[in-house]
């Protein structure tokens, strides 16, 4: 999917083309679509990184453009369902902001639903709102997982419906690389805040500094569990 967004009297509306304050949503690019991004002006390591499913977290700048790629939950359905984490890339350019994931992600649904004004005009602020979205969907499974695992502990074999002991290896496995993609994420909100991304807004700011703190105490909180299975 390539798509492009812009917010028009507080509702996101698909435009033709690229302008000032537009959002640039890529899902799964086909060949076709992945020619769409060689005109925005961006390194294409940029948009090739957060396809790599194996890609780490970092931030990096080059040409005028900055990509802070980090990893979200992804939950895989079937028979062997379990929580992954897959790389979102944010690529700040000269004007607009570019998204770019593998796979289809909520981001946003969530973000039409936000009850503070929310505009695309508004960049800093549509970062913030994106890496709210994030950090909020790893608490949440950190939180899933926690009650899976602490129900785990007290496994009564041979009880219906109760999760066996393989189930319980699953949910201290998931665990474990949801921690490591939150701790990878960490280390990139660190360094934003070493670089003062939100310095000139101070709003932005006090938002940002409180989710260091949430991805922080939940990462510890998750941590906990890990050992403690």
Same mark, same amino acid.
Request: with cysteine; hydrophobic share 40%.
């Given at each position: 999917?390539?798509?492009?967004?812009?917010?028009?009297? @507080?509702?996101?509306?698909?435009?033709?083309?690229?302008?000032?304050?537009?959002?640039?949503?890529?899902?799964?690019? &086909?060949? =076709? =679509?992945?020619?769409?991004?060689?005109?925005?002006?961006?390194? #294409?390591?940029?948009?090739?990184?957060?396809?790599?499913? @194996?890609?780490?977290?970092?931030?990096?700048? #080059?040409?005028?453009?900055?990509?802070?790629?980090?990893?979200?939950?992804?939950? +895989?359905?079937?028979?062997?369902?379990?929580?992954?984490?897959?790389?979102?890339?944010?690529?700040?350019?000269?004007?607009?902001? $570019? &998204?770019?994931? !593998?796979?289809?992600?909520?981001?946003?649904?969530?973000?039409?639903?936000?009850?503070?004004?929310?505009? &695309?005009? +508004?960049? @800093?602020?549509? $970062?913030?709102?994106?890496?709210?979205?994030?950090?909020?969907?790893?608490?949440?499974?950190? #939180?899933?997982?926690?009650?899976? $695992?602490?129900?785990?502990?007290?496994?009564?074999?041979?009880?219906?419906?109760?999760?066996?002991?393989?189930?319980?290896?699953?949910?201290?496995?998931?665990?474990?690389?949801?921690?490591?993609?939150? /701790?990878?994420?960490? #280390?990139?909100?660190?360094?934003?805040? !070493?670089?003062?991304?939100?310095?000139?807004? /101070?709003? =932005?700011?006090?938002?940002? /500094?409180?989710?260091?703190?949430?991805?922080?105490?939940?990462?510890?909180?998750?941590? !906990?569990? &890990?050992?403690?299975?």
């Amino acid at each position: 999917m390539f798509k492009i967004l812009k917010t028009t009297e @507080n509702n996101l509306t698909v435009i033709p083309g690229v302008v000032e304050g537009a959002w640039v949503h890529v899902v799964n690019p &086909t060949p =076709e =679509e992945f020619e769409k991004t060689y005109g925005l002006g961006i390194p #294409q390591k940029f948009i090739t990184a957060p396809l790599d499913l @194996n890609e780490k977290p970092h931030i990096e700048q #080059q040409a005028g453009s900055t990509l802070i790629l980090l990893r979200m939950p992804y939950y +895989r359905a079937g028979v062997d369902a379990h929580y992954a984490t897959i790389p979102l890339g944010i690529i700040l350019c000269n004007g607009f902001v $570019i &998204t770019v994931t !593998r796979c289809h992600n909520p981001l946003l649904e969530m973000e039409e639903k936000k009850n503070r004004p929310f505009s &695309t005009d +508004r960049r @800093n602020r549509f $970062i913030v709102q994106i890496i709210t979205a994030v950090v909020n969907d790893c608490v949440s499974a950190v #939180q899933l997982l926690g009650r899976k $695992i602490k129900e785990g502990r007290t496994i009564q074999p041979g009880v219906e419906g109760e999760n066996t002991a393989a189930d319980f290896k699953i949910f201290l496995d998931d665990l474990g690389q949801l921690l490591k993609a939150m /701790s990878g994420n960490q #280390q990139v909100f660190d360094e934003m805040r !070493r670089m003062k991304f939100f310095q000139i807004h /101070s709003e =932005e700011s006090v938002d940002f /500094s409180d989710l260091l703190s949430m991805n922080q105490h939940f990462l510890e909180t998750g941590l !906990r569990l &890990t050992r403690e299975g």
